[in-house]
């Protein structure tokens, strides 16, 4: 398939009565392809980390370690809590195998000078983290992060601001992240957003399935209220709600995500709005829940609501 198909491709999805597993072979074909032009276009240095992350991929226990290292990181509240973490992660893990010669001896000999000089080595480790992960981690303060969005404004291109950071420990932190991320909807340089539930809301209970979701609901009202009311003005004059997407990634998650998105978004004051959902692909009832969103996104239009998106 050619790069030029791909919108006629789009167009003949739109219109085509294709069969499940003819639909599925498109968009193996369609994914393809796009990867194809994506590769084409790819740069230097997108090229070699590129290459780095396929060794990765390869080498389980170093990817293992690399995720606990980033998750870790950055949260102790000394630079010696930070080094015992590392020497704890080196140890259970080992030096990952995919980093090249020099960062492997340099990994080491971060984990030997730790004990001793943790002033000095953790924050060229965190340094090193911050620099690897910065096209894709931004920073939240708003010096920084105004100036990329309105680059990216300026380009054409829709930032989905995805706040990290989502392991919460009680009602009281669960209310700090919903009111950030409210905060983030008041913003105009801010117009599409991703959260999860589980970090707006502490207390899911799977064997309380009815009352969570309830719950669940109530934060969704704060967000999808908050869309609606810094709407973004488009070209023409018109204003259009904000974008809030549902994100996931446990199964513990996925019923109650999309039965709370459902239930919401059927209600009087949201029948307008369009928002979004992601399924998680690995997710094991993924495709059963996608048809049934599928199948009440159709009675929702019927019944005069918006369109509803979804992404895997």
């Known amino acids: 398939m050619t790069d030029s198909s791909i919108p006629d491709m789009m167009a ?14 498109k968009a193996v074909e369609l994914a393809e392809s796009i990867l194809k032009q994506s590769n084409a276009g790819m740069r230097g240095k ?14 389980p226990a170093g990817k293992a370690f690399t995720l606990a290292l980033a998750d870790r990181v950055f949260r102790p509240s000394s630079p010696a809590r930070g080094a015992e973490l590392f020497r704890y992660l080196l140890d259970g893990y080992g030096v990952p195998r995919y980093l090249s010669a020099a960062d492997r001896f340099a990994m080491k000999m971060g984990g030997r000078f730790s004990a001793q000089f943790p002033g000095v080595v953790m924050p060229m480790i965190t340094s090193q983290l911050r620099k690897e992960s910065s096209n894709v981690i931004l920073p939240a303060e708003d010096g920084k992060l105004r100036p990329h969005l309105r680059r990216r404004r300026k380009g054409g291109i829709r930032m989905n601001i995805n706040q990290l950071g989502e392991a919460i420990l009680g009602e009281s932190e669960a209310h700090h992240r919903l009111q950030q991320v409210v905060d983030r909807l008041t913003d105009k340089d801010c117009d599409y957003i991703s959260v999860k539930i589980s970090a707006i809301f502490s207390q899911i209970h799977l064997v309380a399935f009815e009352e969570t979701v309830k719950l669940i609901q109530e934060r969704l009202r704060i967000l999808y209220r908050a869309a609606i009311t810094n709407a973004v003005t488009l070209p023409d004059g018109s204003r259009k709600p904000k974008f809030v997407n549902l994100d996931m990634e446990e199964y513990r998650d996925l019923h109650m995500t999309a039965e709370a998105f459902k239930r919401t978004l059927m209600e009087d004051e949201f029948m307008q709005l369009e928002a979004g959902i992601v399924l998680q692909a690995y997710l094991p009832d993924s495709w059963e829940e996608q048809m049934k969103l599928c199948a009440w996104a159709k009675e929702r239009v019927e019944q005069g609501g918006r369109a509803s998106k979804y992404a895997w």
């Open 12 to 25: 003949e999805a739109r219109r085509g009565q294709w069969t499940d597993q003819q639909l599925a072979a």
């Open 46 to 59: 997108e090229k070699r980390q590129a290459q780095q992350m396929e060794r990765m991929m390869n080498d």
